[in-house]
């Protein structure tokens, strides 16, 4: 099945669902708190949103707790992760294995020896912190910050596990700190050629990036050089504001970013009508401040980092009314706030808007959403061993590169083309190769696979025990889709799927089956014919439209 194709085939499941039209409630276009029902499908679209596969447990805990209970403990502070560990036998001279290497910067002289295993390291702790997150949205956040301040690749390993915790510290706070913190960190520096910035050569790439994409953005085309937001003067204003700074790894091993006076430009800039004609003095180390606290004064910055969370967390449908009614409320309790992000992304999460039911699996999951929809919602089973575990958590990185989505490896520094590529957005993540590779994957998941000598597959049995109604076929069908799916299936699907677990076949022959086996749930023979029957239904779900819609 081609893009087109599958893209008409949930096409045109939405246009017969009526939960995909947008209610015809004006006050659903709005920041107004949620007044509706709170039952497993909106505490299951919540969660789909804000964390990585929730599991049934997940979504019965959230209900229980309530809308307003659930977006506190999701946004509530959470320590730090412990940071990455060396997995290896081969010697690193600064970190035995198990031990972390993270205060010491590789030498240049080791660099050959220790930078691979090194990133096998840090790759495998990106991907266990989103695996093992929970009921917190952190490493959702954090994902979208790696996004927005897109890197294609940061070379050292120490500089991106900073890069990393940097985000990660401030994911939902003070985005003035935040964005202050990309400015001089090594690895922004390195990858916007901030470190080349000198009085004696100015570099604009970082500027230009800093106020078309992490702030401000461009709004249209007024003239040649002269956006609505900005000109070409003030790119070149702020870059000179901007020199000075490089990164450095010492000779202890300690890394990071320093000031370089003589690097820096101290004379006075001046900006455009469109930052109405401030001049910036020197302010020597501390001018990059100055800089952010000017782009940071226009609402617009705000507007632009509301419409950027509602196109991760809601959808990109933008218009004239949800710009007027979400983006424009949102914005000003971001502003209001100085720039705290924890409100504002609240209220979205809280909001009539939100839980309108045409948002109710409008997006294309991207690929770090449908892997760990089949660890964490399907609740895959792990190894107790750290190492082994962490072998697990390293191997996403060959499925995420096959899906076209690794972390610290974007393709641009605009981010994934999928959350800013119109007309097509979340549609991006489709096409031909991609579902063929989406296919691949899922079935390694339910036929199982090795990573270095330890094998991972799907408990069905065991997962399916967690369901309510097992024994009636129709309703197992459904509330596996309750779980996995952000739609209820038709009564056609219903049957499809019916006749794939039990093909030809009358209801009561699962009913006999499955109890015969609950009644012996050691007899080999009988857990296989059991098992063999859900692999075959579980092949077919996890490539359904349905699968990879969130």
């Not at 029902?37 to 997940?58: D, E, I, K, V």
């Not at 020199?243 to 790894?249: E, I, P």
Request: glycine share 6%; charged share 25%; with cysteine.
């Amino acid at each position: 099945m081609n893009k087109r194709q599958f893209l008409k085939a949930f096409a045109g499941k939405k246009e017969q669902s009526p939960g995909n039209q947008r209610s015809s409630n004006a006050s659903s276009i709005s920041l107004s708190p949620y007044t509706g029902p709170w039952s497993f499908a909106q505490a299951a679209h919540l969660l789909r949103r804000t964390t990585f596969g929730p599991t049934m447990a997940n979504i019965n805990e959230a209900v229980g707790m309530g809308l307003n209970g659930t977006v506190s403990h999701l946004t509530a502070e959470k320590a730090m992760p412990e940071p990455p560990i060396y997995m290896e036998e081969t010697v690193d001279p600064f970190a035995q294995k198990g031990e972390t290497w993270i205060n010491w910067a590789v030498p240049t002289n080791l660099s050959t020896q220790l930078n691979a295993p090194r990133r096998r390291s840090l790759l495998a702790w990106i991907y266990e912190n989103m695996g093992i997150d929970g009921m917190s949205i952190q490493e959702k956040m954090t994902l979208f910050w790696q996004n927005h301040f897109a890197v294609q690749n940061i070379g050292r390993n120490e500089y991106a596990y900073q890069f990393l915790n940097l985000i990660r510290e401030n994911a939902l706070g003070d985005f003035r700190t935040l964005v202050e913190g990309i400015t001089i960190s090594p690895g922004m520096l390195i990858f916007l050629n901030g470190n080349q910035n000198t009085r004696f050569s100015p570099n604009e790439n970082f500027a230009r990036e800093l106020l078309e994409l992490f702030t401000i953005g461009r709004g249209p085309e007024a003239g040649p050089g002269d956006y609505t937001n900005y000109t070409e003067v003030d790119v070149r204003e702020l870059a000179r504001a901007l020199t000075g700074w490089a990164q450095f790894v010492a000779d202890d091993g300690t890394y990071g970013s320093t000031y370089i006076e003589n690097r820096h430009d101290k004379e006075p800039k001046k900006l455009s009508p469109r930052f109405d004609e401030i001049e910036i003095q020197d302010g020597g180390e501390d001018e990059y401040k100055q800089v952010i606290d000017i782009i940071l004064q226009k609402k617009e910055t705000a507007r632009f980092l509301c419409r950027q969370l509602h196109i991760w967390f809601v959808g990109a449908e933008i218009d004239d009314e949800v710009e007027e009614n979400v983006i424009e409320p949102m914005a000003s309790i971001l502003f209001d706030s100085n720039y705290n992000v924890k409100p504002a992304l609240e209220a979205l999460l809280k909001s009539e808007y939100f839980f309108d039911e045409k948002h109710l699996g409008c997006m294309v999951n991207h690929p770090l959403d449908f892997i760990y929809k089949m660890i964490n919602s399907l609740e895959l089973p792990l190894t107790e061993d750290r190492f082994e575990q962490l072998d697990l958590w390293k191997r996403l990185q060959n499925y995420a590169t096959l899906l076209e989505m690794k972390p610290i490896g974007l393709p641009s520094v605009a981010g994934w083309k999928a959350f800013y590529q119109a007309p097509q957005f979340y549609d991006a993540w489709i096409n031909s190769s991609s579902l063929l590779s989406r296919k691949s994957i899922s079935d390694l998941f339910v036929n199982g696979f090795n990573v270095n000598g330890v094998r991972y597959n799907l408990d069905l049995i065991a997962f399916i025990a967690t369901l309510e109604n097992t024994l009636d076929p129709n309703e197992l069908i459904k509330d596996i889709a309750k779980v996995i799916f952000a739609q209820p299936l038709s009564d056609e699907q219903i049957t499809y799927l019916k006749d794939v677990l039990i093909p030809g076949l009358p209801d009561f022959e699962w009913t006999v089956e499955y109890t015969e086996f609950l009644s012996l749930p050691d007899d080999e023979q009988l857990r296989t014919g059991v098992n063999n029957k859900l692999k075959a239904l579980f092949k077919v779900m996890l490539t359904m439209p349905e699968f990879y819609l969130i």
